[in-house]
T-cell receptor
Framework: AQSVTQLGSHVSVSEGALVLLRCNYS??????LFWYVQYPNQGLQLLLK??????LVKGINGFEAEFKKSETSFHLTKPSAHMSDAAEYFC?????????????FGSGTQLTVLP | EAGVAQSPRYKIIEKRQSVAFWCNPI?????LYWYQQILGQGPKLLIQ????????DSQLPKDRFSAERLKGVDSTLKIQPAKLEDSAVYLC???????????????FGPGTRLTVL
């Protein structure tokens, strides 16, 4: 079974500092990986996804993630944090379960941006 | 383009009562998903429809949960009877492609927050 592990349930950064949110995956086949963001009282919004086309994936709002097979990682980064980035971030892996696709989420990382 | 709509946004019930949630996916999306998100956890898939057929309900507690997607568009998720541990946010999502699309983007609604007292 495929799974993802997010290291650090809470991360705090100062405004303007680097954001690094960690995600490691476990998969017996090449994975398809996603990062979603969830703002308070809202649904999840796709930030970016890895579909094996390129190892460095750029997403919305200045975020990017790099797929590293040797480290089984797909960490999310942003060079300079903004107050509006405060939210919960979820890493997810997509896999087939029978004939249906399942998206399995990590437990999430709450990002706090300090002024 | 309109997003995924869900109602109600909030619901408070007592244990052993029944409750229903409604979802209207993005127009033209073939696949619809219901997730349960317990506080402090990531969403967990409950059931997945392709058009009006169920393709995966392996994680749905069928003794109390039921769902349908009539005419391949709107969907309802019902809990009867509710338990305390059902307190969670219920998220509906939809995707354009068929159920086996591994790279399809899922678009999520705002969710229904259920509190069971």
């Amino acid at each position: 079974a495929q799974s993802v592990t997010q290291l650090g349930s809470h991360v705090s950064v100062s405004e303007g500092a680097l954001v690094l949110l960690r995600c490691n995956y476990s998969s017996s086949v090449p994975p398809y990986l996603f990062w979603y963001v969830q703002y308070p009282n809202q649904g999840l919004q796709l930030l970016l996804k890895y579909t094996s086309a390129a190892t460095l994936v750029k997403g919305i709002n200045g975020f990017e993630a790099e797929f590293k097979k040797s480290e089984t990682s797909f960490h999310l980064t942003k060079p300079s944090a903004h107050m509006s980035d405060a939210a919960e971030y979820f890493c997810a892996v997509s896999a087939l379960s029978g004939s249906a696709r399942q998206l399995t989420f990590g437990s999430g990382t709450q990002l706090t941006v300090l002024p | 383009e309109a997003g995924v709509a869900q109602s109600p946004r909030y619901k408070i019930i007592e244990k052993r009562q029944s409750v229903a949630f409604w979802c209207n996916p993005i127009s033209g999306h073939a696949t619809l998903y219901w997730y349960q998100q317990i506080l402090g956890q990531g969403p967990k898939l409950l059931i997945q429809f392709q058009n009006n057929g169920v393709v995966d309900d392996s994680q749905l507690p069928k003794d109390r949960f039921s769902a349908e997607r009539l005419k391949g568009v709107d969907s309802t998720l019902k809990i009867q009877p509710a338990k305390l541990e059902d307190s969670a946010v219920y998220l509906c999502a939809s995707s354009l492609g068929l159920a086996g699309g591994l790279t399809d983007t899922q678009y999520f609604g705002p969710g229904t927050r259920l509190t069971v007292l």
